[in-house]
């Protein structure tokens, strides 16, 4: 089918065999890239100026299980737990999903109980206050993992940290400074599996070694984390808040 253009945007195409709109934005680029966005997997297709609707109805047609496959994962996130509210009451811990039980109290804090997770609350449970009850919950799971975990992780790389620091982001599960030493870790690992949190930390640790995300980089990641790759690929499009 001819690409159409949206309105004051990009044109749009159909992957072959499918009702996926594809968004085209023709650039100075030399090849054809292809991107799945989130939070929905919405694509984005970039594609060198002159290039033939029928040269990029190939390139998706070849690139439609890939596309399917990716978009069915990000749909597979988005029904997982997120931000627990009176409305929503469950989250994910270490990978695990737990009820969550709202009860009034006089001072506002988290606690795993029963089988599942308590919120104690001093008011209304507004996001705001359910966002920072989650994050204080997983600051405390987080502190109690890490002195084993980073020396496992310490250990498998033959580098140490000269700190570890805590904090809730919204892009990144992890940074390291190469000039101090100090590792940063995003707050929501605790919501993953534990093998993720290795991989971060040998991932962190790693740029000791080598700053950037070279091919040699991957090489020290397959020696230090086998099962990097799994690791990552669950968390690509985990949702974030």
């Not at 694509?43 to 069915?72: C, D, H, M, N, Y």
Request: include cysteine; hydrophobic fraction near 45%; charged fraction near 20%.
């Amino acid at each position: 089918m001819p690409a159409r253009p949206r309105r004051g945007g990009p044109c749009v195409l159909l992957v072959p065999g499918t009702q996926i709109e594809v968004a085209v934005e023709y650039k100075n680029v030399k090849n054809i890239n292809l991107r799945l966005l989130p939070p929905n997997g919405a694509a984005r297709l970039s594609a060198p100026r002159g290039a033939g609707t029928e040269v990029l109805l190939r390139f998706l047609a070849e690139k439609r299980g890939w596309i399917e496959k990716k978009q069915a994962e990000f749909a597979k996130n988005r029904a997982l737990p997120g931000l627990p509210t009176p409305a929503s009451p469950r989250l994910l811990l270490w990978g695990k999903t737990l009820p969550v039980r709202f009860a009034a109290a006089g001072k506002s804090r988290a606690r795993l109980e029963g089988g599942g997770v308590a919120f104690y609350v001093n008011g209304p449970a507004g996001e705001a206050v359910c966002a920072a009850l989650y994050l204080a919950l997983c600051q405390e799971e987080l502190l109690r993992a890490l002195p084993e975990e980073s020396a496992r992780a310490e250990g498998a790389v033959g580098k140490r940290a000269a700190g570890y620091r805590l904090k809730n982001m919204r892009s990144r599960w992890g940074s390291c400074n190469t000039q101090t030493g100090v590792v940063a870790l995003n707050l929501q690992l605790a919501r993953l599996p534990a093998f993720c949190l290795h991989y971060v930390l040998v991932h962190e640790l790693a740029h000791l070694i080598l700053p950037g995300h070279g091919p040699e980089f991957w090489k020290l990641m397959d020696g230090f984390c086998p099962d990097w790759r799994a690791a990552r690929e669950l968390m690509r499009h985990f949702p974030l808040f």
